[in-house]
């Protein structure tokens, strides 16, 4: 029977999660949680990852703990963990087994699975909540890094007419499906792919993914914003602020807003 490793990191500050999440960035891990006090990161089996994880670790002067799970215990470790979120009165997520909430605008079930965005980390929370600034009405939407599919669900609901969401995780892209049935969805498109190259042009792009993939597709996500767009970007802590509107104005992006929760920053950028 298929297994994952789940490694669980004590977390004593949001810097402290940040930089485990950075570090984990450049390796190839199937899921991540995070609730207060700890992080969770689960891989695809394999030896070497007990030595990796060690090394993260060390480096973020913190400890862990392993635990091995079978593939078909995974709906039930995350029922027995996840709670409804709130994004104030305008979207509540939470998964099938919950009751609906009141005085929302908008509801969206998911059922994670071993993808990231949940809407408790703050990164998902405050995109979602920018969201709500935006007008999607009519427009195409890009959703690079989906996760659970999240923001593109939600940029449907908003008025969107398509929706190009792409992850480089099969996981994620097996649940987005999922969970875009589940919310009634017919107007997003799901791709893997490893980066946010292609030829078509988006008037709102959502990034909620982290730093190094940013820097790395800025070019590209300039390229793909049509003219009067929006960009909203996220997974950032705020000391990556600087380099990263740098990066931006430098490819013809405008900074136009941004946001902190939880000492994660969302950045939203039009054109110039």
């Known amino acids: 029977m298929k297994q ?11 810097q402290q999660a940040g930089l485990i999440i950075a570090l984990l960035s450049a390796h190839d891990f199937t899921g991540m949680e995070e609730q207060p006090g700890w992080l969770d990161v689960f ?6 990852n007990d030595q990796l994880v060690a090394g993260i670790a060390a480096t973020a002067e913190t400890v862990f703990t392993k635990n091995m ?10 029922e027995s963990n996840f709670d409804p979120v709130l994004v104030d009165d305008f979207v509540s997520i939470r998964a099938s087994f919950h009751e609906p909430a009141k005085g929302v605008e908008h509801e969206i079930v998911v059922t ?5 965005g949940t809407g408790h980390h703050a990164t998902t929370w405050s995109m979602v909540s920018q969201m709500r600034q935006v007008s999607f009405n009519g427009k195409s939407v890009f959703d690079f890094g989906t996760g659970t599919g999240i923001l593109a669900i939600l940029a449907e609901k908003l008025g969107a007419v398509s929706v190009l969401a792409i992850d480089n995780d099969p996981w994620s892209i097996e649940n987005a499906k999922e969970n875009a049935v589940n919310n009634n969805c017919s107007r997003i498109t799901l791709i ?19 730093r190094n993939v940013l820097l790395d597709n800025m070019h590209t ?6 003219i009067g767009g929006t960009l909203l970007m996220s997974g950032l802590l705020p000391e990556d602020e600087a380099v990263i509107v740098e990066s ?4 013809g ?19 110039l």
């Open 253 to 271: 992006f405008k900074a136009i807003g941004k946001v902190i929760r939880s000492n994660w920053l969302c950045l939203k950028f039009s054109d």
């Open 192 to 210: 893997q792919a490893d980066d946010a190259s292609g030829e078509a042009i988006f008037d709102v792009i959502l990034a909620n993914i982290n």
């Open 69 to 78: 799970l079978d593939d078909q215990n995974w709906n039930q470790l995350w």
């Open 4 to 14: 994952y490793q789940q490694y669980r990191f004590t977390i004593t500050d949001q």
């Open 221 to 226: 996500l300039r390229a793909r914003l049509a």
């Open 112 to 116: 994670p699975k071993m993808s990231f």
């Open 248 to 251: 931006a104005t430098a490819v």
């Open 43 to 48: 891989f695809n089996e394999d030896p070497a």
